[in-house]
């Protein structure tokens, strides 16, 4: 399976392995975009030996099977690992301007997501990791990412994240940043009580909303996650949604912006079937929601970098590169779905 102007690259082996596969996949690019990205994800941080030698601690407290992929880049890519690790440390877990909404249509479940965020040319990446003894996943992203805020395994497992602002104290212990649960989970989950196994077990860094659908059997769920707690919001129409504001408890609404984008995304796909009309398929009609001007983030530093429309039950896969904004602006590509059932 191939993507146009290499945008997917298939992988398989040991965590190391696949890390050492994809570092020379990428060879002096990796440089290239993590300079880049470090220098517009934070411009006013500068990259010190300390700075460093602090992202490499943080490394070190991540499982083992991550520390071994990044081993891995650093030395396909011919970099210090010091500097490889430096990519995720910059990230922090208040981040972010998303929406989302999980679709029943004709008797499947569908998933219609926009990615929001800096610095778009980096991003409508995506990649197949086989990693032995983990279930394979589709991962969507940077070039090279070996964490993710999307993707979809070979269980028809589908999950995707929002940040929301954070609340109350930090857990004591040992905690995963969002993006590295949500690959923990494609690789170890195969439906929705794995993954409220999960949930309940390995505390987060930040809070967030987590999008779930199972297509073996179309369960869908939308979770309001905190650092060490999770509840579902109640399914009472044949759509959820969200963007990156709470949507339940005490301390839920507020933001503005993100509520806007909701407002107008529910609009939109609460009238799908009447404008719909047998005239487009599932996967135009959700493509044109999230390209409307009200859903799509166009304005400022922080846009939608890429766009996903999928139903895991079926295995049609949609994503966007090479525009900015993505879901008006990029190529929207299928993607054939990436194993044998």
Known sequence: MSAPGGRLVRLAGTPYEIGVAMGRHLGPRLERNIARYLAGRAPHVASTPERRRDALNWLRTL????????????????????????????????????????????????????????????????????????????????????????????????????????????????????H?????????????????????????????????????????????????????????ERWLMGGNHRLVGEEHGADADSQRRCDRLQTLVSTLDEAQSGARSPAGALRKILADDGVEARAGDSVTVYANVACPATGELWYTWGGHPAASAGRWERLEWPWQD
């Not at 208040?94 to 989302?100: H, I, N, Q, T, V």
């Not at 029943?104 to 197949?128: H, I, K, M, T």
């Not at 990693?131 to 589908?158: C, H, K, Y």
């Open 63 to 178: 499982p083992e099977r991550y520390q071994q992929e990044y081993e891995g880049l650093a030395a396909g890519a011919g970099l210090a690992l010091e500097r490889v690790a430096e990519w995720p440390y910059i990230e922090v877990s208040d981040a972010g301007g998303c929406s989302s909404a999980l679709v029943e249509l004709d008797g499947q479940v569908w998933v219609a997501r926009n990615n929001d965020w800096l610095l778009p040319e980096l991003w409508g990446y995506a990649s197949v990791k086989a990693v032995r003894g983990r279930i394979p996943a589709l991962t969507f992203g940077m070039e090279g990412d070996v964490f993710s805020g999307t993707g979809v395994n070979q269980q028809r497992l589908w999950l995707h994240h929002h940040y929301l602002p954070a609340v109350g104290a930090l857990p004591d212990g040992a905690r995963w940043p969002c």
């Open 180 to 236: 590295v649960w949500l690959v923990e989970a494609l690789e170890t989950c195969s439906n929705l009580a794995d993954v409220e196994a999960l949930l309940a077990s390995v505390p987060r860094d930040g809070a967030m909303l987590l999008f779930a659908v199972d297509g073996k059997n179309n369960a869908r769920a939308l979770y309001q996650c905190e650092y060490a707690s999770y509840r579902a919001v109640d399914v009472t």
